[in-house]
T-cell receptor
Framework: DAGVTQSPTHLIKTRGQQVTLRCSPI?????VSWYQQVLGQGPQFIFQ???????GRGNFPDRFSARQFPNYSSELNVNALLLGDSALYLC???????????FGSGTRLTVV | KQEVTQIPAALSVPEGENLVLNCSFT??????LQWFRQDPGKGLTSLLL?????REQTSGRLNASLDKSSGRSTLYIAASQPGDSATYLC??????????FGKGITLSVRP
């Protein structure tokens, strides 16, 4: 079985641009979460979706948004990129919110 | 607000040594605790999941314990190998189902 897949693996954007990151959960997992990890820190919670509904949002500005599709895949969008948005963005899935999480390999975003 | 602490930030040991990595958390109202491994620039690999009703979990050379009342967990690695070199993160799942992570412990196992 495929694990959690994220795309793209790496990307470079310019300040002010917009970016969309994609995540496909493990088959059968209905909950998808997004985390941001900056160098030297633990991942920080951004969003959680369950059955296409937002179940939680971390302390991130409104420039960050996400959605979950009927097939449970998810997109994370970040508008008006800042240099400080440079980070590893991780997607995680779980059958339900409290069953332990499986993470993807992440998307490395660099804003220049 | 849940806070997770992992000390020290880095650890270097000779190959073959048994070692213990510590994790503490401030709010004991958790559903579970997970230990992850992260290689440089990579995603997170789940090592062990301990539910709040459990005391410990074992997988191969790894053993994790949980003392929810005192807000502590330990990850025991037996007979360490150079391939164990990585960053180890612990995370707790709270009532809102989100993970709260520590900053991790970077382990280096010297041949």
């Amino acid at each position: 079985d495929a694990g959690v897949t994220q795309s793209p693996t790496h990307l470079i954007k310019t300040r002010g641009q917009q970016v969309t990151l994609r995540c496909s959960p493990i088959s059968g997992h209905k909950s998808v979460s997004w985390y941001q990890q900056v160098l030297g820190q633990g991942p920080q919670f951004i969003f959680q979706y369950y059955e296409k509904e937002e179940r939680g949002r971390g302390n991130f500005p409104d420039r960050f948004s996400a959605r979950q599709f009927p097939n449970y895949s998810s997109e994370l969008n970040v508008n008006a990129l800042l240099l400080g948005d440079s980070a590893l963005y991780l997607c995680a899935s779980t059958p339900q919110g409290r069953d332990g999480y499986t993470f993807g390999s992440g998307t490395r975003l660099t804003v220049v | 607000k849940q806070e997770v602490t992992q000390i020290p930030a880095a650890l270097s040991v000779p190959e073959g040594e048994n070692l213990v990595l510590n994790c503490s958390f401030t709010d004991s109202a958790i559903y579970n605790l997970q230990w992850f491994r992260q290689d440089p620039g990579k995603g997170l690999t789940s090592l062990l999941l301990i539910q709040s009703s459990q005391r410990e979990q074992t997988s191969g050379r790894l053993n994790a314990s949980l003392d929810k009342s005192s807000g502590r967990s330990t990850l025991y690695i037996a007979a360490s190998q150079p391939g164990d070199s990585a960053t180890y993160l612990c995370a707790v799942t709270g009532a809102n189902s989100k993970l709260t992570f520590g900053k991790g412990i970077t382990l280096s196992v010297r041949p």
